[in-house]
């Protein structure tokens, strides 16, 4: 088959192939499965069987679970701000599917093209500023909960979307200042560049522990899971920013939280382990990238499953012991972690 | 017409239509929120020139950490309305008046000198000096020497105002 394409189209049809491909394995493969695993795994650790009804082991779950949400009544208080009501599950739902676009998900894919061999990497875009990109997205993504609080006209919601907004900005600097330790190992903002460095020398996790214990740590915080989730806080204030939200909106922010979840556990994989690389290991070739790919989605699975494990087995932190934790302990520490490292660095002669 | 100069046209006129609304509509936290639309126009126009590390800075801080402290303070005073026109007396309309005037001067005075861009807009971002890999290491290069004054300057203001502002807000409470 002679298929002449020209360079900028092949380039841009390959970028749709990628999407395509991440968005089919988050949304349709992982999304699903996870709603189901959250169920599966909190049954396992209370010592129930947890919903196994619904397909083989219960797998249906999540679809059943949506459907449910879909027909129930769509409520809208009288007294809403109407379209802020709207944008803010969608807020939440779109920075977790745009952070993908960074994360390099394999090693690379040979395709051949106008007869040439070329080896696709497996990233949707490059960029140097790869991380930075996702700090931006994961900054912003506490704008959907921060509105759905304001939006609700409700003394419950306003105050989750309070906490929210003060929770995030405490923990995105000691966020910023851990991962900043990976980087200047790496000499490179570009995640591409960090995950090879990480299969030429050693997982970040080992050299950079205490770097990877406060991003973990922060990332707890700002996906708003347990023992961090202070803006639903169930307990005190029924159910924090989405107490006024019913039916399909409701099942928005229920897969919101879960994407963030999942992009969550692929940006600390990538950082802190090795990303699809494993130690002496080389992945070339087509079934070389294929299984870089299944590496990849075992260690975020990986990721995942602790979230869950973390949810169900530690108790909720009162307000003030979170603010107290971000500010007192964790910040001062991401401190220390980035000038032990950058003068490791710098000793080094690097 | 280059895709370059739809982009940049778009992305002018949704900073420009945002930060007119910010202006205008009278809900604190939808000002908050035009200005978070604003400052996503501005990031698109430092891309086009070819600084995705301005661009990925100014959402970072800007938006995603300073209009959220905005939010959290609006939210935490529960501000639903402006103060009415009414409230204003003519002498701060006669004095925001001459605020506008001035700051719109010197803006039009500044651009007026400064004469036509280096590198044309329309040209393609390889046009411009730096190479995308190198503005990094560059920028902080540069921070760290030739603009180290001003650099450290600004941080002691930064701090300075911090505490001063902390200062400020304890001897009310006492």
Known sequence: MTLTLSEPLFNALLAVVKILFVWAMTLAALLPNLIWAERRV????????????????????????????????????????????????????????????????????????????????????DVNVGILYIFALTSLAVYGIVLAGWSSNDKYSLLGGVRASAQIISYELAMGFSAAGVFIAAGSLRLPAVVEWQHAHLWNVVPQFLGFVVFAVAIFAETNRIPFDLSEAEA??????????????????????????????????????????????????????????????????????????????????????????????????????????????????? | MSAQMIVFALASALALVFALLMVVV?????????????????????????????????????????????????????????????????????????????????????????GAPPVPLTAPAAAYAIPAADEIPLLGRLLFSDYLLAFEALSVLLLLAAVGALILSKRRFE
């Open chain 1, 42 to 125: 909190s049954g396992l650790i209370q010592d129930r069987p947890g919903p196994n009804r619904v397909g083989p082991l219960g797998l249906f779950q999540a679809v059943a679970d949506v459907l449910k949400l879909m027909m129930k009544e769509d409520v809208v208080p009288l007294y809403v701000d109407k379209v802020l009501f709207t944008l803010a599950p969608l807020i939440t739902l779109t920075p977790a599917l745009v952070t993908f676009a960074v994360i390099p998900f394999g090693s690379s894919i040979p395709i051949t093209w106008n007869g040439a061999v070329r080896d696709v990497p497996l990233v949707i875009a």
């Open chain 2, 26 to 114: 009278k809900t604190p936290v939808k000002s908050v929120l035009s200005l978070v639309v604003t400052f996503f126009g501005l990031a698109v126009l430092s891309i086009l020139l070819a600084a995705p590390f301005i661009a990925a800075l100014q959402v970072i801080v800007y938006a995603g950490a300073i209009l959220v402290l905005f939010l959290f303070v609006i939210m935490l005073l529960n501000l639903q309305k402006e103060a009415t026109e009414k409230d204003a007396r003519p002498i701060h309309r006669v004095l925001s008046l001459v605020a506008v005037l001035a700051s719109g001067g010197l803006l039009a005075g500044v651009t007026l000198r400064a």
């Open chain 1, 236 to 350: 005190e204030l029924v159910a924090g920013y989405h107490t006024e939200y019913s039916s399909f909106r409701f099942a928005m922010f229920f897969m919101g939280e879960y994407a963030n979840l999942i992009a969550a556990s692929a940006v600390v994989t990538t950082l802190y382990f090795g990303g699809w690389s494993l130690p002496g290991v080389a992945f070339t070739g087509l079934w070389g990238g294929l299984a870089s790919i299944a590496v990849f989605a075992v260690k975020t699975a990986a990721f995942i499953f602790l979230f869950l494990w973390v949810r169900w087995t530690l108790p909720r932190f009162r307000y003030d012991q979170l603010m107290e934790l971000g500010w007192k302990v964790f910040l001062p520490l991401s401190f220390f972690h980035l000038i032990a490292v950058a003068a490791f660095v710098a000793a080094s002669g690097r």
